[in-house]
């Protein structure tokens, strides 16, 4: 046991109160992830990935590369909203043994925000109250504390703690003007000096935050609004590896719908059927119950259809290529989920309304003649029981036309 992690553990040093000593992490930036295992990591990350139902596109090799890309440093997932980028994070983050802290970037975000400053605080209380600045760790260099945190009382007791390291997700991670946000974090992440040194600490002892070599900054990123958010440049995608997560393939689109199904019973008979999350009988019953209901069938495969069209390209019937995430789909089962409970011979009407105001606004995107293929599809006689969503699409569209007359 190290000096350090005695301390903590007799309680003379508290690493994790953060207005104490950024100093004491410099004992634990040189350790390393405790296993390079790649095989063992993806084969965690799979059962976890199953365990929550993710379905992803060539999953092991996808996996193994997250692994990879994990155990060389940072990460940006990247890929179209509703394709599980959050939950896959947090699956990675879990098989290396790790705890995460969650943070949604903005486009306000600064230096400040990513590093840190001096924050306002008021001392005392009625005509003696006074107002002082005082030093904040922003969203990264607070993090890498508390990874240092996790380290030491990892080390001290691992049955008490035994999570080996603390990551920071960032969701949205291109909402931010990153560039000019990330300040002197760009040297740390470019495996140079571990260290921020920090203009506004009080004194020495926080004045320098170290980056521990076991910390991981795993990113996600919308790939589809690109007109909404920052570009990066070269040198700030070299500190991440970029790794694509995409929708189901073709061949998966029966496996992500009986996902999808099971997703939005076991989400109906919870929240509002008293059924346990832990009660897995009940909730396979349910499940079965509702899949099995003819309606039910009819609906999931006018929904197949529609997802088959819209989201796989092929030039020859003009399907647009739009990727369609499986949240999406989640949503339009949770809407049918709860038709059903309340009207169970109207599962028709409630896919209409389902697509027409869960997944048709999210189309606005699109190209006109993208558009115009859709809206052509649905005109066909196997799509006649969409009515609301040929509206619902024809406002769409003449929104679109409105814009650039």
């Not at 975000?109 to 006074?130: C, E, F, H, N, Q």
Request: charged share 20%; aromatic share 8%.
């Amino acid at each position: 046991m190290t000096s350090l992690s005695s301390a903590t553990g007799t309680g003379a040093i508290t690493l994790m109160d953060h207005s104490s000593d950024y100093d004491a992490a410099r004992h634990w930036a040189g350790y390393p992830l405790e296993s390079a295992d790649v095989t063992d990591l993806t084969a965690r990350a799979r059962a976890l990935a199953q365990k929550r139902k993710l379905l992803l596109p060539d999953q092991d090799v996808l996996l193994e590369r997250i692994v990879m890309a994990v155990l060389g440093g940072h990460v940006v997932l990247a890929g179209p909203p509703g394709t599980g980028k959050t939950t896959l994070a947090r699956v990675i983050a879990e098989a290396f043994g790790c705890s995460v802290t969650m943070e949604t970037a903005t486009a306000d975000w600064s230096a400040y925000d990513v590093i840190g400053g001096l924050r306002p605080k008021i001392l005392g209380s009625g005509d003696m109250a006074t107002e002082v600045l005082v030093p904040w760790l922003g969203h990264v260099t607070r993090a890498a504390v508390e990874c240092a945190d996790t380290i030491a009382c990892h080390d001290d007791d691992p049955e008490k703690e035994p999570h080996q390291a603390r990551w920071l997700i960032i969701d949205e991670f291109s909402r931010a003007e990153i560039d000019k946000a990330i300040g002197p974090l760009y040297t740390a992440l470019g495996g140079g000096v571990r260290q921020i040194n920090l203009w506004f600490g009080d004194a020495p002892q926080r004045q320098v935050v170290w980056i521990p070599d076991r910390f991981r900054i795993i990113a996600t990123m919308n790939s589809v609004d690109t007109a909404y958010v920052f570009s990066f440049s070269q040198g700030l995608t070299r500190r991440f590896q970029f790794i694509y997560v995409g929708v189901p393939e073709q061949d998966q689109v029966d496996g992500e719908l009986k996902a999808a199904t099971a997703q939005a019973v076991a989400w109906h008979a919870t929240t509002y059927g008293g059924v346990s999350p832990d009660d897995d009988s009940a909730l396979t019953a349910a499940t079965d119950d509702f899949a099995a209901l003819p309606q039910v069938g009819d609906a999931l495969r006018l929904l197949r259809d529609f997802i088959m069209f819209v989201r796989y390209p092929d030039a020859g019937a003009k399907r647009p290529g739009w990727p369609l995430g499986t949240a999406q789909v989640v949503d339009v089962m949770r809407h049918l989920a709860l038709s059903h409970a309340s009207s169970p011979n109207s599962l028709a009407r409630a896919l209409d309304i389902a697509v027409a105001d869960r997944i048709v606004p999210q189309m606005s995107g699109l190209l006109s003649d993208q558009l115009e293929a859709v809206a052509a599809r649905l005109n066909e006689d196997d799509f006649k029981p969409l009515e609301r969503t040929r509206r619902a699409l024809q406002q769409v569209r003449e929104t679109q036309n409105t814009q650039f007359a």
